[in-house]
């Protein structure tokens, strides 16, 4: 590629960034271009003959522009996603152009360093036990992956298999203990490991998702063999935290060496970060492992997760990748990322983690969780207020479940519910989707982007609020069309 193509292909990329970061607020909350659009957009034949890289860009942002979500927006509350901060973006642009293979400290020295002192600061920020080992990943995914590998390894060393050696067929059998309201991706982990679906033993849950302790203790009293506890920092639906002290108080009682406490804490864990927030993580230090993900509070553009583990040697057996040809580190303290996480050549998210982690700073990653809780708070009290509306969780974290229709039977709730929702994504203000929660329809809103203001919350509420209105109008007049009918 002749060296003029080259830079005007960054150039390119760098103008179209600036442009988006400037509308970011402006854009609209969700894609306009459907599948149809889109295709025609990106589609068309295997392309033969090349062309500039520079025009290929202009290309590509013309296409995705209509097709973008406004998850980096400040009015987007869907789901559970972080909001891809400037600096982190741009310590991306250059983990990109530096094109270093993170795996090990020879092949990329300043990428393991940056991954090892970014390891540290987090495990002092998020108060966990200095010893853990990180894994850096590519999501709580990922990380619950590589913490449910490591307790594996642990548990059955401890009865005499190594898994590592001897594989898992004819292994005894380790059972796992997990709340009826653990995130889906946590079942897949388990698979990926063996673990199918119908050999775990679900515990019962509150009204908010959270473990209920009774039925853990009554499970385990059945179990003598090694087992694995999942608990969860942060339920995706209400917020609500697994009570994580108590469970690791019952696992002590017990005094067996069989046991393993694991936390799910994608986003639930940065509570850990801020001390107005903290107490909902109570005694979540006293696990032995916990997955968490950059991508969503720490803002880090995708893909970026931790797993840390108490159990250092565990996890090192669980993932390391040793090979020959491999340069093993030489110098002492020296900490090459591919012994804990899964992928050999791989991407520098070192970099990335610690200019977020030095950009933010301890005190600003307390600022963002505290606004961001108090923000979800301001908006359930908002909407509250309203007659029909009803905020079904204790807004304590971030995460608010709503229901339009609240005074109306059950299915009733749920159509008007469902039409709200889509009319206030019609309206195109603010972005919630509807899901299923205790057999019921609702409306999630997650505040989790760094951009999010009470401005926004406002302008929110108020849009929730008219699409509410506007549907109770709608209905209004059609049961006055059928009196009369
Ligand atoms: C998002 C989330 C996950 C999965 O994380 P990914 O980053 O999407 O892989 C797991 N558990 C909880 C509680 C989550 O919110």
């Not at 309201?181 to 063996?194: C, E, K, P, Q, T």
């Not at 982690?357 to 969780?369: E, H, K, P, S, V």
């Not at 606004?371 to 009803?390: D, M, N, V, W």
């Not at 479940?401 to 469902?418: I, K, N, P, Q, Y």
């Amino acid at each position: 590629m002749p060296e003029d193509h080259a830079c005007a292909a960054l150039d390119a990329a760098h103008r179209h960034a600036l442009a988006f970061h400037h509308t970011r607020a402006t854009r609209p909350p969700a894609a306009t271009a459907g599948f149809a659009a889109l295709l025609d957009a990106f589609g068309g034949p295997a392309p033969e003959a090349g062309m500039p890289a520079s025009e290929v860009i202009e290309q590509l942002a013309a296409a995705a522009g209509p097709g973008l979500m406004g998850t980096a927006g400040p009015r987007f509350f869907g789901w559970v996603v972080g909001g891809s901060h400037p600096a982190g973006v741009a310590a991306d642009w250059l983990t990109s152009v530096w094109g270093q293979n993170a795996g090990c400290y020879e092949g990329a020295p300043a990428a393991a360093v940056a991954e090892q002192v970014a390891g540290q600061w987090l495990l002092d920020l998020l108060r966990l036990p200095p010893e853990c080992s990180v894994g850096i990943t590519t999501g709580a995914t990922m990380s619950n992956f590589v913490c449910l590998a490591a307790a594996r390894g642990a548990l059955l060393r401890r009865v005499g298999w190594d898994v590592e050696a001897d594989g898992l067929f004819g292994a005894p059998r380790i059972t796992v203990f997990i709340g009826g309201d653990a995130h889906a991706s946590v079942f897949a982990a388990l698979r990926y490991l063996g673990f199918g679906e119908r050999s775990l033993v679900r515990i019962a849950t509150d009204d908010a998702g959270r473990m209920r302790i009774d039925a853990l203790r009554t499970a385990l009293a059945h179990c003598h063999g090694p087992h694995l506890v999942i608990a969860q920092a942060g339920h995706i639906m209400t917020g609500a935290f697994d009570p994580i002290g108590e469970i690791a108080a019952l696992m002590h009682e017990r005094h067996e060496r069989g046991g393993w406490l694991h936390v799910d804490g994608a986003f639930g864990l940065w509570a850990r970060a801020c001390p107005a927030r903290e107490a909902l993580a109570h005694g979540i230090e006293r696990a032995d492992s916990w997955a968490t993900d950059a991508h969503k509070w720490l803002q880090a553009p995708y893909e970026c997760g931790c797993a840390f583990v108490r159990d250092a040697d565990a996890h090192r057996r669980a993932m390391t990748i040793g090979a020959g040809y491999l340069p093993p580190a030489e110098d002492e303290g020296v900490r090459d990322p591919v012994h804990y996480a899964p992928e050999l050549s791989r991407r520098a998210r070192g970099f990335v983690l610690w200019t977020l982690l030095r950009t933010f700073g301890r005190r600003g990653i307390a600022q963002m969780i505290e606004r961001h809780c108090a923000l979800a708070q301001r908006l359930a009290r908002r909407l509250a207020e309203e007659p029909g509306i009803a905020v079904l969780n204790e807004v304590e974290l971030n995460q608010v479940v709503v229901r339009f229709g609240a005074d109306e039977s059950e299915s009733l709730g749920d159509v008007l519910t469902d039409a709200t929702i889509e009319c206030i994504q019609k309206a195109g203000i603010c972005f919630a989707v509807g899901a299923q929660w205790r057999e019921r329809r609702v409306m999630r809103v997650s505040v989790i982007a760094w951009p999010t203001t009470e401005d926004d919350i406002d302008r929110a509420a108020e849009s929730m609020i008219e699409s509410w209105r506007a549907v109770g109008r709608v209905r209004f007049d059609a049961e006055s069309v059928a009196a009369h009918a």
